[in-house]
């Protein structure tokens, strides 16, 4: 009896098939190695014919030398902070394209000389919310809260209402980072009612700035009072407000939403928010709001270690510059036109053998923006033991499991990715996976 270590192929060998050296040249040597020395011991178990272990080892390769993988997500989550938050626009991937190599991101061309950083993203942030006198970028909104605290309150008192006191996502308290700073916590109010007043006794010598929070991931109803800015702005005291979801004007769809622009002309002093939710854009907090208090914090020693990268600089901008984000895409998207999509979608499956129907859902804004917010939308409903194979799938395809069925909720799937999705969606109900792009 042969010895099967005998039938496996050389790994010299293999690296010579044209795919394979090519492969190496775009996803380097280790990850090529890996996906032969996986095909080498399939082929010593006897799960797979020696000819045909460059076929698999290529077939394994994964499509980019990060183990990060593209992902269609059908969830109805508009901004969902496990699949990366907010999708790039086609203008925002250009950019990061063309910033990805040496780029002027602090060098004049004209001149020869040093430039200021990020000066076209800044400018572009400018242009979008005209009632900030100066704007500055950090690299999330948790950092730009950082950097207000450290600058502004540091040893002194930061005012907020017990109500705002919120955590978020994973675990994170925003007090504990306000009090990482050094700055200590005055809290005012109670839990469901704070009032002026509240505010208004607790400010003194000792006050840094008074802070507003939006609450994010969920909403307070029945015996509640919160202050609005316009109240707050009458203190003597400055007044931060934390947006978070990175509005930067008021949205048709998301009426109660608070946004950039009108919180300045309300009165606040400074706002911070997240450029990666509602914006559209990649992760950075944004700083806007009076002259003075945005060049405490832009000249901070602490900025340095806060700033953003050319990358997040381009795409950014891109942003802000380009055509509408797949965020503003989705939010916008007509519910009649959602259902003419799941309908069709539905019958080409039927046709094709798979269990699929139509169904109106309700869409959700996600990332902490507008938590009470419903988008009326519609689905593709197959069975749910599709669901794993779907997230196998490459691209994988992401759904939303409800009442025994996997909703594919079409609000947050782009109609350029129909093909893709149905692709996926034969693929898995075949047994077989979809064939990665490229070699």
Known sequence: MTDARRRVPRTDALLTDPRLATAVGRLGRSLVRGAVADAQERVRRGALAPERAADAAVAALPPTATA???????????????????????????????????????????????????????????????????????????????????????????????????????????????????????????????????????????????????????????????????????????????????????????????????????????????????????????????????????????????????????????????????VERALTARPTDLAARASRLADTLRARGVDALPLPTEARVGGGGAPEAVLPSAAVALPAALAAPLRAGRPALVGRLHADRLLLDLRTVPEEDDDALLNAVLAAHAGDEPRPEGP
Do not use: C, W
């Not at 994170?172 to 704070?194: K, Q, Y």
């Not at 009072?225 to 109240?231: K, R």
């Open 68 to 326: 990060l993988l593209p992902v269609l997500n059908a969830t109805g989550v508009v901004v969902h902070t496990n699949l990366g938050r907010a999708p790039l626009s086609e203008a925002a991937r250009e950019a990061l394209l063309a910033a990805s190599g040496a780029t002027d991101v602090e060098f004049d061309l004209a001149t020869g000389r040093r430039a200021r950083r990020g000066t076209s993203a800044l400018a572009a942030l400018a242009e979008a919310v005209p009632g900030a006198e100066a704007v500055h970028l950090t690299n999330n909104n948790a950092a730009a809260l950082v950097l207000a605290a450290t600058a502004l309150a540091r040893g002194r008192e930061i005012v907020l209402s017990r109500g705002e006191m919120v955590e978020i996502g994973d675990g994170f308290r925003l007090p504990d980072l306000l009090a990482s700073t050094g700055a200590r916590l005055r809290e005012v109010g109670t839990t469901n009612r704070t009032h002026l007043a509240d505010y208004r006794d607790a400010i003194g010598r000792e006050t840094g700035f008074v802070l507003k929070i939006h609450p994010s991931n969920f909403a307070t109803t029945g015996f509640v009072s919160s202050v609005p800015v316009t109240q707050l702005a009458t203190l003597d005291a400055p007044v931060v407000h934390d947006i978070g979801s990175g509005l930067l004007r008021p949205h048709p769809a998301l009426p109660g939403e608070p946004d950039a622009a009108t919180s300045l002309a309300e009165g606040a002093d400074l706002v911070t928010a997240s450029a990666d939710k509602l914006l559209g854009g990649p992760q950075a907090g944004l700083l806007l709001g009076r002259r003075d208090l945005v060049t405490r914090l832009a000249t901070h020693p602490l900025a340095r270690a806060l700033r953003v990268d050319k990358l997040t600089l381009a795409a950014l901008e891109a942003t802000l510059r380009g055509p509408d984000s797949p």
